[in-house]
């Protein structure tokens, strides 16, 4: 077999040859035959070609290296968004342990996943149930603010007691948004117990003030009528 092997196959009284692992390419096979005391015939011939397999096609190799290019090129992308996103998100993280704010993230069962320092220094957290930080008589009203936050996908803020450090109830303003996927609720949080007791005191104040002058129009109004009788 040309193109196989340049030899002959002395095959004797066998009507058949076996040329294993042919590769691609062109092949002529040639046979002659011999009777006994008579040389050997002039050789017959008869060509053919093997062609090649699917995945040695110029088609395909081109297909294999738009391929090979296409994924390099989304790897080497997803790399960069990907160190990208974690240099935001350690920028991010920078950013809310040094705010002076309470900041917090929950999910939908109201746990806490991550807060920052002035959270862990502000309040006594036993645990990461928001809920369970809150004043009992908060509890319930918190509650539901935080469900109908999920259910409703909107912002809101509210006033709530929490347990401080010195484990004391101090009043906290609390404004939660919702994450785009609905799964996150990120609140920012300040003590604002300075502000409510100087809006208590205010509003004693202004108790005390409506009741003296009102002590004073009545003791005015008697000298007058008596005046005018």
Excluded at 50 to 55: D, G, N
Aim: aromatic content about 14%; charged content about 20%.
């Amino acid at each position: 077999l040309l193109g196989y092997d340049s030899t002959w196959t002395n095959n004797q009284y066998k009507r058949s040859a076996f040329f294993p692992h042919l590769g691609y390419g062109d092949y002529t096979f040639q046979v002659r035959a011999k009777q006994t005391g008579y040389s050997w015939s002039e050789p017959n011939s008869i060509s053919f070609a093997v062609s090649k397999p699917w995945y040695f096609s110029s088609l395909f190799i081109l297909s294999l290296l738009i391929l090979i290019f296409g994924l390099s090129y989304g790897l080497i992308k997803y790399y960069n968004i990907s160190k990208e996103k974690q240099n935001v998100e350690e920028k991010l993280k920078s950013f809310l342990s040094l705010s002076s704010d309470l900041i917090i993230m929950l999910n939908s069962s109201g746990k806490i996943m991550y807060h920052n320092s002035s959270f862990n220094s502000s309040l006594l957290l036993d645990n990461n149930d928001f809920i369970k930080l809150v004043h009992n008589e908060d509890s319930k009203r918190c509650s539901k603010i935080i469900k109908r936050i999920y259910n409703e996908n909107r912002g809101e803020a509210f006033e709530v007691r929490m347990k401080s450090k010195n484990k004391n109830y101090d009043y906290y303003s609390w404004n939660f948004e919702v994450s785009e996927n609905s799964q996150i609720i990120f609140g920012v949080g300040r003590n604002i117990s300075e502000i409510m007791e100087m809006k208590k005191t205010l509003e004693i104040l202004n108790a005390n003030k409506d009741k003296f002058f009102s002590i004073v129009a009545h003791d005015l109004k008697s000298p007058l009528f008596t005046l005018v009788g």
